[in-house]
């Protein structure tokens, strides 16, 4: 494993010669702009003020219908640096809701999505791939792709948790 001192010296080398830099801009003016998007279209749902940018580990912002928020549940429209893609989570408020909500997904055999095995170290409840390696060519089809994705994702959380 190398150093802190030697990664930076990496690190350095990269943004000097500005590729990384440009692509992570890009990509945070993208998420904004996708965030506007869902705020303006959607105003029936809460829409995060902001965008959480990570440690380019992920990003995201939470899109959250009131069905979901009454029950201290939002929805977060994430991007994962390290794999690439697209996705979309169920999110507790806080890790008590977190808890609550995926005990009764685990436990009720749910497999319509993604479910972690444990709740310890992961920020999800339920979890669904959007797009796999995301066309940046074409950000009007990418943007229809993330939000088809995440209103069925919605809708069937809601639907799930209506028979609960």
């Given at each position: 494993m190398e150093s802190f001192h030697e990664y930076m010296n990496e690190y350095r080398k990269q943004i000097e010669k500005g590729d990384i830099k440009e692509a992570y801009r890009g990509l945070m003016e993208y998420i904004m702009e996708l965030r506007t998007y869902f705020n303006k279209k959607y105003p029936d749902y809460?829409?995060?003020g902001s965008i959480y940018q990570g440690y380019m580990d992920m990003t995201y912002f939470s899109f959250?219908?009131?069905s979901l928020k009454s029950k201290k549940l939002k929805i977060g429209i994430v991007f994962i640096h390290d794999t690439f893609r697209f996705e979309v989570w169920l999110f507790g408020y806080n890790k008590q809701v977190q808890a609550k909500y995926w005990k009764l997904f685990k436990e009720s055999g749910w497999n319509k999505y993604r479910i972690p095995s444990t709740t310890k170290g992961v920020d999800s409840i339920v979890e669904f791939t959007l797009v796999e390696n995301p066309d940046f060519s074409d950000l009007d089809t990418l943007t229809k792709q993330i939000e088809r994705g995440t209103l069925r994702f919605i809708k069937d959380?809601?639907?799930?948790?209506?028979k609960k």
């Open positions: 809460f829409v995060s959250i219908p009131e959380v809601e639907d799930y948790l209506s």
